[in-house]
């Protein structure tokens, strides 16, 4: 997603100066196709860009690349703004906004519902958090991500874009599963699954994830846009969440569940589509020897 964006900045003329990522061999070759340094240290990143992009994996992540003792990106970070675009808990979201303020820097989360193809193209929907003043700094930047500002958002203040995200993303996982659970079935019925799509896509049981993984769990392609690995977290984000507010959610549980079961099987790096590799007959992990 970060060496799409930066593509993108790029193609329509920022000035990318500097790209990090801990698998250096990855930022050496996209510094070099775009043109820019590859830092070799979180620091060099602050201190040679005035706007700096983030897109890390999880939590643990997120602390780190700000709080690390031996290298972190607030350091000399007065006067940069940070836009975090992860898709992680709200209070982390809200940890790092105060230790940037802190440092008298300013962060803005960019939480991002798209995928690979729209990060290189320009179409991101980005939902964004922080203060109202930060996200009109950047907001120029932001338009070129987000098909021109069509698909821009400003939520409110720290921590409401990523529980929006979460939202998003736990409801797509759900719709997601029971995608798979109807297909599922109907393969296990022999009927056609391309005329039960066609049915499903004119009736109430329509949704975007039919037309976005429906053929792949029907060709078991499942090539990675989204992983189900992060199915699994972004699920436990919102479940976190509703915890907190003493909610119970039960499909969000189950859901969860079904991923996590992915994951445990080695096969969390398969698209999220993957989770009808649980419900299609003959299909599934195979079960070790005892």
Same mark, same amino acid.
């Given at each position: 997603?970060?060496?799409?964006?930066?593509?993108?900045?790029?193609?329509?003329? +920022?000035?990318?100066?500097?790209? +990090?990522?801990?698998?250096?061999?990855?930022?050496?070759?996209?510094?070099?196709?775009?043109?820019?340094?590859?830092?070799?240290?979180?620091?060099?990143?602050?201190?040679?860009?005035?706007?700096?992009?983030?897109?890390?994996?999880? *939590?643990?992540?997120?602390?780190?690349?700000?709080?690390?003792?031996? *290298?972190?990106?607030?350091?000399?970070?007065?006067?940069?703004?940070?836009?975090?675009?992860?898709?992680?808990?709200?209070?982390? %979201?809200?940890?790092?906004?105060?230790?940037?303020?802190?440092?008298?820097?300013?962060?803005?989360?960019?939480?991002?519902? @798209?995928?690979?193809?729209?990060?290189?193209? /320009?179409?991101? +929907?980005?939902?964004?958090?922080?203060?109202?003043?930060?996200?009109?700094?950047?907001? =120029?930047?932001?338009?070129?991500?987000?098909?021109? /500002?069509?698909?821009?958002? +400003?939520?409110?203040?720290?921590?409401?874009?990523?529980?929006?995200?979460?939202?998003?993303?736990?409801?797509?996982?759900?719709?997601?599963?029971?995608?798979?659970?109807?297909?599922?079935?109907?393969?296990?019925?022999?009927?056609?699954?391309?005329?039960?799509?066609?049915?499903?896509?004119?009736?109430?049981?329509?949704?975007?994830?039919?037309?976005?993984?429906?053929? =792949?769990?029907?060709?078991? *392609? %499942?090539?990675?846009?989204?992983?189900?690995? %992060?199915?699994?977290? *972004?699920?436990?984000?919102?479940?976190?969440?509703?915890?907190?507010?003493?909610?119970?959610?039960?499909?969000?549980?189950?859901?969860?569940?079904?991923? @996590?079961?992915?994951?445990?099987? /080695?096969?969390?790096?398969?698209?999220?589509?993957?989770?009808?590799?649980?419900?299609?007959? /003959?299909?599934?992990?195979?079960?070790?020897?005892?």
């Amino acid at each position: 997603m970060g060496a799409n964006m930066a593509r993108r900045l790029k193609e329509v003329g +920022y000035p990318v100066v500097a790209v +990090y990522d801990v698998r250096a061999a990855a930022a050496q070759s996209l510094a070099q196709e775009i043109g820019c340094e590859a830092c070799v240290s979180l620091a060099r990143v602050t201190a040679v860009a005035d706007v700096i992009i983030t897109v890390v994996t999880d *939590d643990a992540a997120m602390l780190n690349i700000f709080t690390n003792k031996k *290298d972190n990106l607030l350091q000399g970070a007065a006067g940069k703004v940070f836009i975090n675009c992860a898709t992680i808990s709200p209070k982390t %979201h809200v940890e790092v906004a105060k230790l940037a303020k802190k440092a008298k820097a300013a962060t803005l989360e960019a939480c991002m519902a @798209s995928s690979i193809n729209q990060a290189r193209a /320009g179409t991101l +929907y980005l939902m964004c958090a922080g203060e109202e003043a930060t996200y009109n700094q950047v907001k =120029d930047l932001l338009v070129k991500l987000s098909d021109e /500002g069509k698909l821009l958002r +400003y939520i409110g203040t720290a921590g409401k874009a990523a529980q929006v995200k979460a939202l998003v993303n736990m409801v797509m996982n759900i719709n997601t599963a029971g995608l798979a659970e109807g297909l599922g079935l109907a393969s296990s019925l022999g009927l056609d699954l391309k005329t039960v799509m066609e049915v499903f896509s004119q009736t109430g049981a329509n949704s975007r994830v039919l037309a976005t993984d429906g053929e =792949d769990m029907m060709n078991r *392609d %499942h090539s990675c846009f989204f992983s189900a690995a %992060h199915a699994a977290k *972004d699920s436990g984000i919102a479940l976190g969440i509703a915890k907190d507010q003493k909610l119970n959610l039960p499909l969000a549980t189950a859901t969860y569940g079904q991923y @996590s079961k992915l994951v445990k099987a /080695g096969l969390g790096e398969l698209d999220k589509s993957g989770i009808a590799e649980l419900t299609f007959p /003959g299909r599934g992990p195979k079960k070790g020897k005892k």
